[in-house]
Nanobody, 125 residues
Framework: VQLQASGGGLVQAGDSLRLSCAAS????????MGWFRQAPGKEREFVAA????????DYLDSVKGRFTISRENAENTVSLQMNSLKPEDTAVYYC???????????????????WGQGTQVTVSS
């Protein structure tokens, strides 16, 4: 499975961005999908996840109410809508896929089998 993330950029605080992740290769709708981020000098952290079914989602507390993860299984894509961006959201954002059961999600990066290359999000104050 290959994952291609896109949509990052430089924005001002309060602006919005929509990240997309396109999956190709041996894709499967059973894969849970997640977004993680890594800021300079910090460890990679979980941001959001969605089950293969799309019925379950989970978010990092600091992004709840601002970010929304969604998926289009027919198109093998997952998106992260980011609103009300803050400077502390600045990081490289990675999409990832986990071969877990259809209704599961995971916030643990160790459960993710496939990773995209990352897309930079920079939020200026």
């Amino acid at each position: 499975v290959q994952l291609q993330a896109s949509g990052g950029g430089l924005v001002q605080a309060g602006d919005s961005l929509r990240l997309s992740c396109a999956a190709s290769g041996r894709t499967s709708i059973t894969y849970a999908m997640g977004w993680f981020r890594q800021a300079p000098g910090k460890e990679r952290e979980f941001v959001a996840a969605i089950s293969g079914s799309g019925s379950r989602t989970d978010y990092l507390d600091s992004v709840k109410g601002r970010f929304t993860i969604s998926r289009e299984n027919a198109e093998n894509t997952v998106s992260l809508q980011m609103n009300s961006l803050k400077p502390e959201d600045t990081a490289v954002y990675y999409c990832a896929a986990a071969s877990v059961s259809y209704y599961r999600i995971s916030v643990d990066s160790k459960e993710y089998d496939y990773w995209g290359q990352g897309t930079q999000v920079t939020v200026s104050s």
